[in-house]
T-cell receptor, first 116, second 115 residues
Framework: EDKVVQSPLSLVVHEGDTVTLNCSYE??????LLWYKQEKKAPTFLFML????IEKKSGRLSSILDKKELSSILNITATQTGDSAIYLC????????????????FGQGTTLQVKP | ETGVTQSPTHLIKTRGQQVTLRCSSQ?????VSWYQQALGQGPQFIFQ???????GRGNFPPRFSGLQFPNYSSELNVNALELDDSALYLC??????????????FGSGTRLTVV
């Protein structure tokens, strides 16, 4: 069964700290790995990774995929209280058969709390 | 504002009842995917509609059904509600169905509570 596992499940840090969130996956027909930030309800897109070893950056956030280890990390440097949210990792599958088309497999999420 | 509108935002239903949730997709998008997010869990794929036809389904029983209309808006129907159906139901619209996740715009969800 396709599975995505995130760790830690929750994390409390202070402003200015650097955090690393982990995502590992066991899926057939891997196509892409995505990171989302969920503050209240609607997840917002952060990164999509398809190639191993290529870091994607956006401001203080960065992410990298390791296809050999079937994992990805999301780094947040100089954390701010506005970074408090649930961070979701999801894997998109190659379309094969109608069941996989367009389907994302999500992990449980990591709840990050940044204290002032 | 996300561009994807879901209604209602909150809903309380009694076990055994039926419910219809609605999603208006972002302008220019022709694909709608529905996800169920239980408390403390990640979203789980229910199904996807592409150009008015179901285009993939997750491990949900047949009492979960859907529709997509010519304007690409969508409905999720759940019959014979069970307590475990209590969750946040998220709708995501996109253009095309070949690249899962890319270009998804999520709505803010409908919080369904079954008592």
């Amino acid at each position: 069964e396709d599975k995505v596992v995130q760790s830690p499940l929750s994390l409390v840090v202070h402003e200015g700290d650097t955090v690393t969130l982990n995502c590992s996956y066991e899926v057939t027909n891997f196509r892409s790995l995505l990171w989302y930030k969920q503050e209240k309800k609607a997840p917002t897109f952060l990164f999509m990774l398809t190639s191993s070893g290529i870091e994607k950056k956006s401001g203080r956030l960065s992410s990298i995929l390791d296809k050999k280890e079937l994992s990805s990390i999301l780094n947040i440097t100089a954390t701010q209280t506005g970074d408090s949210a649930i961070y979701l990792c999801a894997v998109g599958l190659e379309p094969y058969g109608s069941g996989n088309t367009g389907k994302l497999i999500f992990g449980q999420g990591t709840t990050l709390q940044v204290k002032p | 504002e996300t561009g994807v509108t879901q209604s209602p935002t909150h809903l309380i239903k009694t076990r055994g009842q039926q419910v219809t949730l609605r999603c208006s997709s972002q302008s220019g998008h022709n694909t709608v995917s529905w996800y169920q997010q239980a408390l403390g869990q990640g979203p789980q794929f229910i199904f996807q509609y592409y150009r008015e036809e179901e285009n993939g389904r997750g491990n949900f029983p047949p009492r979960f059904s859907g529709l997509q209309f010519p304007n690409y808006s969508s409905e999720l129907n759940v019959n014979a509600l069970e307590l475990d159906d209590s969750a946040l139901y998220l709708c995501a619209s996109s253009f095309g169905s070949v690249q899962p996740g890319a270009g998804y715009t999520f709505g803010s969800g409908t919080r369904l509570t079954v008592v």
